[in-house]
């Protein structure tokens, strides 16, 4: 039973002796029966094994196979990595040195609808490794334009939706893993010239930081603790001028408004901003709104426009430490509502100590054309509040909760343990303290 395992681990000799690296000799003196002994200058003394013997054996052979396996674990071992690419498969591709500055920052999208533009490198930027062949991303580079392929065609059927067979100029759409962007956007320079593509990738970095920041915001330690209706992408749409949003709100909403649109929780799409940061501002504060609607359990119109907005609000906030936006409802013009560009946690400051906080209870059932500046930035202190009691997750239960029963009043007493006058007692003595301590 033993004899494959000494022909492996010892050297045959000529009279059929096995003899080992260590000195150990075997020879198989007739079928299942074994003697073995020391190698001394050519002299070997025979010593069958019976009984404990074999047991001795069996010893002696499987420390002979663990230190003749030390070696070859060590040849099995996978090779270091490339030192040109770092294991990547990837190299830059120096036709397209924009893009490669893009993926430097560690962002490149699932799909885009131009990658047969670029036969070298699909607009990613990077090429496969000519030093180690880039196996690695020849592979994401195949399933990349697979995913493309799928994306153009998807996004054909809604461009042709809006604006029929001939769209007014080249639109762009990419996609990541959680949102959809489609855009007719100019062009930027800035050291380096920064082409519609490069802009809409900058976009989708952002609308993915404010993805990370929202499951912050829930209190989910991993992305699998929150749950979404229908979970797909949500799109953005970001028009050059005013009639093609207009044009684009008309034929996905039936709203005509030519500033921008929110459909919740699948789409928003607006009129490009001359102000890029303002974009950005926009980007992060509907992100908030999709998500936050598109939370399971899914219940149409249970966020009331006060929370909605807080909530928005609130993302800008702590990915910029300022505020930009507030949403406008059908027929109004962004000059209907003043929305203070600044630390929103100053503001608050400066409202509680004038005294001129307003009870929840005054404004918790307005619509969003109701809904005052101070209105909103008091709303933006509740939620930020009801984040603070438990890092998110208190926060959740809330959602969840105003979902179940779209009652906000319940939901404030059954899951915050207070009415919403307490409510008012309890957010502004936080704010006082917490905002006086950041403000330093």
């Known amino acids: 039973m033993y004899e494959h395992g000494f022909k492996n681990l010892c050297r045959a000799s000529n009279d059929g002796e096995y003899r080992s690296p ?22 070997f003394e025979k010593r069958p094994f019976r009984g404990l013997g074999r047991v001795a054996l069996v010893i002696v052979l ?16 996978d090779p270091p990595p490339c030192e040109r690419c770092g294991g990547s498969g990837k190299g830059e591709c120096k036709k397209h040195v924009t893009f490669a500055r893009l993926g430097e920052k560690g962002f490149t999208p699932l799909a885009d ?21 880039g196996k690695k991303w020849r592979e994401f580079l195949a399933t990349y334009k697979e995913e493309s392929d799928k994306l153009i065609v998807d996004r054909n059927a809604v461009i042709k939706k809006i604006f029929g067979e001939k769209p007014p100029r080249k639109i762009y759409s990419a996609k990541t893993k959680h949102f959809i962007l489609t855009c007719d956007i100019k062009e930027r320079s800035e050291g380096l010239k920064f082409t519609a593509q490069n802009v809409s990738w900058l976009m989708l970095a952002r609308l993915e930081k404010a993805y990370d920041q929202f499951l912050k915001f829930v209190g989910a330690e991993k992305e699998g603790d929150v749950k979404f209706w229908e979970d797909q992408p949500r799109c953005f749409y970001i028009w050059l001028t005013a009639d093609e949003q207009k044009q684009a709100s008309q034929s996905l909403t039936g709203i005509t408004n030519e500033v921008s649109t929110v459909y919740k929780p699948f789409f928003t799409s607006m009129v490009e901003n001359e102000f890029d940061g303002h974009t950005h501002h926009f980007l992060v504060h509907n992100a908030f ?45 962004p000059w209907d509502i003043n929305v203070p560009l600044t630390d929103w946690r100053a503001l608050v400051l400066k409202m509680i100590k004038e005294k001129k906080t307003i009870p929840l209870g005054n404004y918790a059932k307005c619509n969003i054309k109701e809904l ?69």
């Open 289 to 333: 709104h999709l998500l936050s609607e598109g939370m399971e359990p899914w219940a149409d119109r249970a966020i009331p426009e006060w929370m909605g907005e807080g909530i928005s609000n609130w993302g800008e906030q702590y990915l910029f430490m300022e505020v930009s936006i507030g949403c406008i409802g059908e027929g109004m013009t």
């Open 22 to 43: 260590e000195g150990w000799v075997v020879v198989r003196t007739r079928p299942g029966a074994y003697s073995a002994g020391i190698a001394d200058a050519g002299k």
């Open 62 to 77: 499987v420390c002979i196979a663990t230190l003749a396996a030390v070696p070859f674990k060590a040849c099995a071992e």
């Open 372 to 440: 005052t500046t101070d209105q909103r930035v008091q709303s933006f202190a509740i939620v930020d509040y009801i984040y603070s009691l438990d890092n998110g997750k208190k926060m959740n239960a809330f959602l969840v909760r105003l979902k179940e029963t779209k009652d906000q009043f319940r939901a404030i007493k059954e899951v915050l343990d207070c009415s919403s006058s307490e409510l008012d007692e309890k957010w502004v003595a936080w704010a006082s303290e917490a905002y006086k301590k950041q403000k330093k």
């Open 113 to 133: 609808v131009s990658y047969a533009e670029y036969p070298c490198c699909y607009g990613t930027g990077f090429v496969p490794c000519t030093a180690c062949g």
